[in-house]
């Protein structure tokens, strides 16, 4: 009998233009194994990856109790419909509620990012209904920020406040009103009796790691408070200790001063397989008998076939197991000052400051250096582009954010000699580019 699918058979590279839809620049590169923060490609070249996936892989390549974790529940019981009640759900949701957010409340599980934010963009709609404006008409309005990202999706898209990512899909959902970010009165101005929620990044990591400042969400917490809005927090990309702590908005104001209303997790959360999140406060909707906040989206309101599988929570409860047994929040954040104290040592022309938030490292590349760069010019790419194609030339993957900021997202549990290699090829790379300037 022949197996159903075969890994060893012929393959032609252009079946992936012939067959796949082209809606990513992608580097012609072929992936093939990974180990820990090294991905092999399929000639054998080797290359440190401090993309990590974009943020997803907390654990490197292959962790082997993932991996095993995966093994024993695929063998067991990947999925049942939600129907039914499934432990690992309840045992995920625990961890997440005791041990990440230290706040009361309940959780809800899907596959993606876009799909947690779905879900936070669907409960200030439901609280805009459940408390509307004295004539009865729903509340619904959502503030978000400039440099924001949200996901791909209607909602998540319309949400983010970049016109390019809105490009050629009018008319986009309504209700979204963008104000520019940590701009307190810009915020103030942009509230109207119809403003429900308020839903920003923490450390934003798609416009190249800019964080918000502790003034700003301070007073986002607030407005929402003397307008009776929820706080949405959307830690796609910087939660699950990433930053430095468990909450990424305990990076920038520690404790318990910030209660979010709710709060959208993913990447991170289930290192690499599809897996999002989101939390929701255990706090009374109002004071008129509305029950609580965490049961508003009650049966029939909200859903999604695969959300919290047994398969998919099994890796989220090892993966999240992991990051707090072996504390790599603070890890991270121990390394990540280490890096931006040596980047910042070197005092290369190449890069004017390093955003530095544990695992969420954002160098700033210099524009009058790179954008009159004969090589740079001669790409036709932006610089952040170009730069991460010379690191994939000398054996390194990172993250280019917007024109001008390459990122590094390593796994959240690499060593310092992982660290030491890293600087390596990216003094190497800068350098070289000085060089030739
Ligand atoms: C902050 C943030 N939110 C949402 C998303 C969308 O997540 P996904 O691609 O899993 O839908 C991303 C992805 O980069 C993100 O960084």
């Not at 796949?20 to 991905?39: A, F, K, L, S, T």
């Not at 000639?43 to 109790?65: I, M, Q, R, T």
């Not at 779905?118 to 408390?131: D, F, N, P, S």
């Not at 509307?132 to 503030?143: A, K, T, V």
Request: glycine content about 10%; some cysteine; charged content about 20%.
């Amino acid at each position: 009998m022949t197996a159903p699918f075969d890994p060893d058979a012929p393959f032609d590279p252009a079946w992936m233009d012939q067959y796949v839809v082209p809606n990513y620049g992608r580097y012609q590169i072929w992936p093939e194994r990974g180990e820990g923060p090294y991905v092999w490609d399929r000639d054998g070249k080797k290359y440190l990856d401090f993309a990590g996936g974009v943020a997803v892989c907390p654990l490197g390549h292959s962790h082997p109790e993932v991996a095993d974790a995966i093994s024993r529940q695929a063998h067991t019981l990947m999925h049942v419909s939600n129907w039914y009640c499934i432990r690992q759900q309840a045992e995920l949701a625990r961890l997440l509620v005791e041990r990440v957010m230290q706040i009361p409340g309940k959780c809800f599980f899907c596959n993606s990012g876009a799909e947690a934010n779905e879900g936070l963009i669907k409960l200030a709609r439901r609280y805009g209904v459940t408390r509307p404006l004295p004539d009865g008409s729903p509340r619904y309005e959502i503030i978000t920020f400039t440099g924001s990202f949200h996901g791909r999706t209607f909602g998540a898209m319309s949400a983010t406040a970049q016109a390019k990512i809105h490009g050629g899909f009018g008319p986009i959902v309504p209700g979204f009103v963008y104000a520019p970010f940590n701009d307190i009165d810009a915020l103030k101005a942009a509230i109207t009796d119809k403003t429900v929620a308020i839903l920003l990044e923490p450390v934003q990591g798609e416009s190249g790691v800019h964080p918000v400042t502790p003034e700003f969400l301070r007073a986002a917490a607030d407005l929402c408070k003397s307008n009776d809005m929820l706080l949405l927090l959307d830690e796609v990309q910087c939660g699950l200790g990433r930053t430095g702590t468990l909450g990424g908005w305990r990076t920038i104001i520690p404790g318990d001063e910030i209660k979010p209303d709710a709060i959208s997790w993913a990447k991170s959360i289930g290192s690499g397989f599809p897996l999002g999140s989101f939390w929701i406060q255990d706090r009374p909707v109002g004071d008129e008998g509305q029950g609580q906040l965490c049961d508003l989206l009650g049966p029939g309101s909200h859903g999604t076939t695969y959300g919290g599988s047994p398969l998919a929570c099994t890796v989220g409860l090892t993966t999240l197991g992991v990051i707090l047994r072996d504390d790599l929040a603070a890890h991270s954040a121990k390394l990540g000052a280490q890096i931006a104290a040596d980047v910042s040592a070197w005092k290369n022309p190449c890069i004017t400051s390093v955003r530095a938030f544990g695992m969420m490292i954002g160098f700033e590349l210099n524009a009058a250096l790179f954008d009159n760069h004969p090589a740079v010019i001669a790409s036709g790419r932006p610089a952040s582009i170009w730069l991460a194609r010379q690191l994939l030339d000398i054996g390194m993957m990172v993250v280019p954010a917007g024109t001008h900021v390459v990122r590094w997202l390593p796994p959240m549990n690499i060593q310092e000699g992982h660290v030491a290699e890293g600087l390596q090829l990216f003094r190497q790379a800068l350098d070289a580019t000085t060089a030739a300037a």
